[in-house]
């Protein structure tokens, strides 16, 4: 597996972490790049712009994503064109995988 991180690209956003995503070796593509990093962070394909590898260079073929190594930073940026797209990227505790439980602290 390759381990990519992964962002979504908004300044406006106080808190912008990444998250870790694996990519089958084997399948190295644009598009499984795509379909999985927008699974992971709730995002509709159809509203990434681009994929952006840190600091300055944009992603356009199975190529580029073949050349990707470990821990490599993307962001996906976003069409601006829906305003009401970010306030419907699931909070942390509705995406799959949360444990609510394994989240709360008891002293």
Do not use: W
Request: proline share 4%; hydrophobic share 35%.
């Amino acid at each position: 597996e390759l381990v990519l991180k992964v962002r979504i690209q908004n300044p406006n956003l106080r808190e912008n972490d990444f998250i870790e995503i694996e990519l089958d070796r084997q399948e190295l593509t644009y598009k499984e790049l795509l379909r999985v990093s927008c699974r992971e962070l709730g995002v509709n394909p159809e509203h990434v712009q681009k994929i952006r590898k840190l600091p300055n260079t944009m992603l356009r073929k199975d190529k580029d994503v073949a050349r990707l190594q470990d821990f490599q930073e993307l962001e996906l940026v976003l069409t601006v064109s829906d305003k009401n797209l970010l306030f419907s990227i699931p909070t942390l505790s509705e995406r799959s995988g949360y444990n609510k439980k394994a989240s709360e602290l008891t002293y």
